[in-house]
């Protein structure tokens, strides 16, 4: 039976590897429960992202997206 963290998983790899057929670099945070996902960095460009089945993202979870976005400065991603 695959569980919401088998689903989310897999589509965090499928995002990986679309990303990396792209030129990105890309490191996978793994079961860490945080914000971000996926970081993909190319020549001069740095991507941090969240990776969502649904468009719908918890209010808590939002306003920590916007805390984090604020402190390092870049824009985190939802997809």
Same mark, same amino acid.
């Given at each position: 039976m695959r569980t919401n963290y088998h689903k989310g998983r897999e589509r965090e790899h499928y995002i990986k590897k679309k990303l990396e057929k792209q030129g990105y670099f890309v490191i996978r945070s793994a079961g860490s429960h945080s914000p971000i996902d996926l970081v993909a960095i /190319? /020549?001069?460009?740095i991507r941090l992202i969240q990776s969502r089945k649904g468009k719908y993202i918890r209010p808590l979870e939002k306003l920590k997206l916007k805390e984090l976005e604020s402190l390092i400065g870049? /824009?985190?991603e939802v997809v």
């Open positions: /190319k /020549k001069n460009e870049l /824009k985190i």
